[in-house]
């Protein structure tokens, strides 16, 4: 595998659910990020991790929990969400001080 | 704060059309900027970027100049192909919280014909 690699790919849950997402970066990066793709919005950026560390949550409900076990991984995970939730859900890496980030294809999640 | 404001679309183009897709920004010290592109089914891909004023980036044929006096940094392409049909996002970096914080504008859906 190279770059950045989401799974699943395509999500769908009720409510009730719990399910969780995953992104592996293959790429020796050291800051990784959640950002949610909405329809006719900009990329919201959701979580920030820089060396396993959260160093930025944009206000993001509780429902949405992240985890960075090391800094190749990513895990979002996910409990009670509403139907608003249903969205792109895109996983990025980037070099900390370097500008540029490499985004993953994205688990498009639809909430029943 | 910072912002990205770009065209709306959905841009419509016939094959060997010359494209523009207008970006400005708004931003407190001195962003880099970028265009991302996201073809079908994919994520994000970084197109070209630019990391000071009067800087050009340029990748695929496609071009952007940072205009720091207009506060642009609009993409061009002297003629589109249909493999070209993909969402363009114009987006900025913030030096912030010692990491660097990409800002996006909402995307340009650029469609091109035969």
């Known amino acids: 595998e190279t770059g950045v690699t989401q799974t699943p790919r395509h999500l769908v849950m009720g409510m009730t659910n719990k399910k969780s997402l995953k992104c592996e970066q293959h790429?020796?990066?050291?800051?990784m990020y959640w950002y949610k793709q909405s329809a006719k919005k900009p990329l919201e950026l959701m979580f920030v991790y820089s060396l396993e560390e959260r160093v930025e949550n944009n206000s993001v409900p509780s429902r949405f929990s992240p985890e960075c076990p090391n800094s190749s991984h990513l895990f979002l995970h996910l409990h009670t969400l509403q139907p608003e939730d249903s969205a792109l859900y895109l996983c990025?890496?980037?070099?900390?001080?370097?500008?540029?980030?490499?985004f993953g294809p994205g688990t498009r999640l639809t909430v029943l | 704060g910072d912002s990205v404001t770009q065209m709306e679309g959905p841009v419509t183009l016939s094959e060997e059309a010359f494209l523009t897709i207008n970006c400005t920004y708004t931003a407190t010290g001195y962003p880099s900027l970028f265009w991302y592109v996201q073809y079908p089914g994919e994520g994000l891909q970084l197109l070209l970027k630019?990391?000071?004023?009067?800087d050009k980036g340029s990748n695929k044929g496609f071009e952007a100049t940072y205009r720091k006096e207009t506060t642009s940094f609009h993409l061009e392409k002297g003629s589109v192909q249909v493999s070209d049909s993909a969402v363009y996002f114009c987006?900025?970096?913030?030096?912030?919280?010692?990491?660097?914080?990409?800002?996006f504008g909402t995307g340009t859906r650029l469609t091109i014909i035969p």
């Open positions: 790429l020796g990066h050291n800051a």
């Open positions: 990025a890496s980037s070099q900390e001080g370097s500008p540029e980030q490499f």
């Open positions: 987006a900025l970096s913030d030096r912030g919280f010692g990491n660097e914080k990409l800002t």
């Open positions: 630019a990391t000071k004023a009067d």
